[in-house]
């Protein structure tokens, strides 16, 4: 199994579990996510709790709960949303610490690509969420999220030559 840490921060923050499609020139990886129920679930071993002298409150006092797959999995931390000012300072400081951790043709095609990626993210900034890492690092990458028109589930957004590959 391959995990995918932030360079910035090694968090974990994506899998291999969980494919992904590359776009801007492969600066942008994009992951589906899915909605799961987690918690509370309803066993029938076909038995009559009503005829064996048991009441409804009887049992186990679970709450099932609606969750995000990659959220869960990584235990993602939403972040309050940016404008569009703190968008671009915030863009501008991670092209600057990641650049600093790219080397070779990593670099060349990062910084090469990574405007237009910048761009098509701000295109989408009132409808994005923001989630960092566990550990919330400053500096930390941010995974973008966005509902496709018509979508029940989110979709996720990376910075691919943010994530750093680590084998399991």
């Not at 990886?29 to 409804?56: K, L």
């Not at 060349?108 to 761009?119: C, G, Q, R």
Request: with cysteine; glycine share 8%; net charge negative.
């Amino acid at each position: 199994m391959l995990v995918y840490q932030d360079k910035l921060s090694g968090d974990e923050l994506l899998s291999d579990s969980f494919p992904y499609r590359e776009l801007e020139n492969g600066v942008l990886w994009e992951v589906d996510g899915h909605w799961v129920v987690q918690g509370a679930v309803d066993v029938d071993i076909g038995a009559n709790p009503s005829a064996e002298g048991g009441g409804d409150d009887e049992g186990v006092d679970d709450q099932a709960v609606k969750v995000v797959d990659i959220v869960d999995t990584f235990r993602l931390q939403e972040q309050p949303a940016f404008d569009k000012k703190q968008f671009i300072s915030h863009m501008k400081r991670y092209i600057k610490n990641l650049s600093a951790k790219l080397e070779g043709d990593d670099l060349d095609v990062f910084k090469k690509n990574v405007e237009s990626a910048t761009k098509y993210l701000l295109s989408k900034l009132k409808d994005l969420q923001f989630f960092v890492g566990e550990s919330m690092h400053d500096d930390g990458g941010v995974v973008f999220a966005y509902y496709k028109e018509g979508a029940a589930d989110p979709t996720f957004l990376y910075f691919a030559h943010g994530l750093k590959e680590v084998k399991c």
